[in-house]
């Protein structure tokens, strides 16, 4: 059995990390970039994600197969308690339940921050996309119409939700990702961690 691991990712995984990023940007309608980003730009978004919200990498054998992270869904006060998700697994490995993995451990690390309201913007179509949130109890909330244009065509973005904590009174204020327990980070990534690939 290939030895696999969940972990926060840091700046030395930047170019790994991009290594996998850099085709959904040049051949897909997945990412809306157009152009390749250099890698300290990279490194500079890495950093700042993770000032506030989880980055994961998923290792097999050490090589990165897939990562997952939360960003700032919107800059007001208001919505902070809300975050989007994103999830890029390497072109060999999908289909394997990295994408799975990754998203479990990294609700889950949202909740023990604080996080009420996840997001996620998808291209559609894209079938696999959709169903894998679906499977994760996201709604579809509406979609934009053609409000991106990428290779020739204006494409439309489907806005997905999960409610991951219950609306009741006012919140507690976020706790950073990196101010979470140490051994609670450890105990959620571990749970997660094995796939017989």
């Known amino acids: 059995m290939k030895k696999t691991e969940i972990r926060i990712a840091d700046l030395e995984d930047a170019k790994e990390i991009y290594g996998i990023y850099e085709p959904y940007i ?64 390497k072109d060999t490995y999908h289909k394997k339940g990295i994408g799975t993995a990754l ?13 009420y309201n996840i997001y996620s913007l998808i291209c559609v179509p894209n079938e696999g996309s959709v169903a894998l ?8 909330l509406g979609t934009y119409s053609r409000t991106a244009y990428k290779f020739g065509e204006w494409r439309d973005l489907l806005v997905m939700e999960k409610r991951l904590r219950e609306l009741k009174g006012a919140p507690d204020k976020l706790i950073p990702a990196a101010e979470l327990s140490s051994d609670l980070v450890k105990e959620i990534l571990k749970k997660y961690e094995k796939i017989e690939l």
Do not use: M
Request: glycine share 6%; proline share 2%.
């Open 26 to 89: 040049l051949n897909t309608v997945v990412s809306f970039e157009y152009d390749k980003v250099p890698l300290e730009v990279f490194k500079e978004r890495i950093q700042k994600i993770t000032g506030k919200y989880p980055w994961l990498v998923y290792t097999v054998e050490g090589e990165i197969a897939g990562y997952a992270y939360c960003s700032l869904h919107r800059e007001r006060a208001a919505y902070a308690w809300d975050c989007e998700c994103s999830v890029y697994i």
């Open 103 to 115: 998203y479990k451990a990294l609700f889950e690390l949202a909740e023990a921050q604080g996080v």
């Open 133 to 140: 949130h679906k499977k994760f109890g996201f709604n579809e």
